[in-house]
């Protein structure tokens, strides 16, 4: 894997044997017929400052130079996608994702139940916070004794990007490019570190889902939730998009790479042709200064398209001039 283990999310290893076909995994006549747009925010594109040079960054995450990028007119969706719509996307098409599939899925392991944790056989050793779990995907996010009953407006995890793939095009959609989402982001703030600006918690206000305590024993939860929280909480940016810092990974449409963003064109950039890691941002509920600030505007991480955990969602895109 080309990024550094860590908080972020765990991979799994055989990713290049268990590539999912879009064009197979389902009926493609159960696309839906509602308006697609419907709900979506219309950004007018333009230019923008991508990246950071900023000391708190992550050099070899490939997060500068900062530099000048475009993007065209797109829409994109105030928030990630939720337990409810994901729900409605399986239940018209009797999709199973990758973490069925494999029949496990990675959960942070002070989310286990007593009862689930003493049937754990496996971690990351890497990042022995992360736990093989049996039965953990979207609909029992910790394991066979979980449920989203009471999440269902918490955005879904458990999903790979080809999880996440499928369901855009199921919905007429996409996932954003990284410089898409990047712009989207920031919010029409300039070279800021977070969504709202330069400050983490201006006047103790706090802004977004992310690790509170020591990182990884002990979460105090004083920003609201250990986990997930629902996708309207917090204060939207500027362009109305909700938790672009913390809550979920979100999965972008780019292959990972370093220094691809060099030498590619600074218009509409969609990342080198190839890889082995699609791109992730926002950070997580996981996410803390000791260990792991990725929840910056500019940070970047990947996984396998594969790979799936309790704390990776994704949210939908589409070209402004291919919705009716």
């Known amino acids: 894997m080309e990024n550094k283990p860590s908080c972020c999310s765990a991979s799994r290893q055989a990713s290049s044997q268990v590539s999912v076909s879009l ?5 493609l006549k159960t696309v839906r017929s509602a308006d697609s747009k419907e709900g979506m925010i219309l950004l007018e594109g333009g230019t923008f400052l991508m990246g950071t040079d900023d000391q708190e960054g992550f050099p070899s995450d490939g997060e500068g130079p900062v530099r000048r990028v475009a993007v065209s007119p797109f829409y994109v969706s105030p928030y990630a996608v939720t337990n409810a719509e994901y729900k409605q996307f399986v239940d018209a098409t009797g999709f199973k994702t990758d973490a069925e599939r494999f029949g496990w899925s990675y959960v942070f392991h002070i989310l286990v139940s007593k009862e689930t944790a003493n049937k754990v056989t496996q971690v990351v050793q890497t990042s022995p916070w992360w736990w093989n779990v049996e039965g953990a995907y979207w609909r029992q ?13 918490h955005p879904v995890v458990h999903i790979s990007w080809n999880d996440a ?3 855009c095009k199921w919905a007429g959609k996409r996932l954003l490019s990284e410089a898409e989402w990047e712009y989207a982001a920031r919010g029409d703030l300039v070279q800021k570190k977070y969504p709202w600006g330069d400050i983490l918690k201006p006047d103790g206000q706090y802004m977004c889902n992310i690790w509170q305590g020591k990182f990884p024993i002990k979460n105090n939860a004083s920003d609201g939730y250990i986990g997930t929280a629902p996708v309207h909480a917090f204060h939207p ?3 109305g998009l909700y ?21 590619a064109k600074p218009v509409d950039s969609k990342g080198p042709p ?3 890691s699609k791109v992730m941002r926002g950070g997580s509920y996981l996410c803390h200064k000791s260990y792991c600030n990725r929840y910056r505007v500019a940070a970047r991480s990947a996984n396998t398209p594969d790979s799936s955990s309790g704390n990776m969602g994704f949210r939908c895109a589409a070209d402004w001039n291919d919705l009716g």
């Open 237 to 239: 940016n500027g362009y």
């Open 141 to 153: 996010p910790e394991g066979l004794d979980s449920s989203i009953d009471d999440r269902m407006d």
């Open 23 to 27: 064009e197979t995994s389902f009926s």
């Open 274 to 276: 190839t890889g082995q």
């Open 243 to 263: 938790q672009v810092s913390g809550n979920v990974w979100e999965w972008c449409s780019d292959w990972f790479s370093r220094d691809y963003h060099l030498r």
């Open 165 to 167: 793939a499928t369901y």
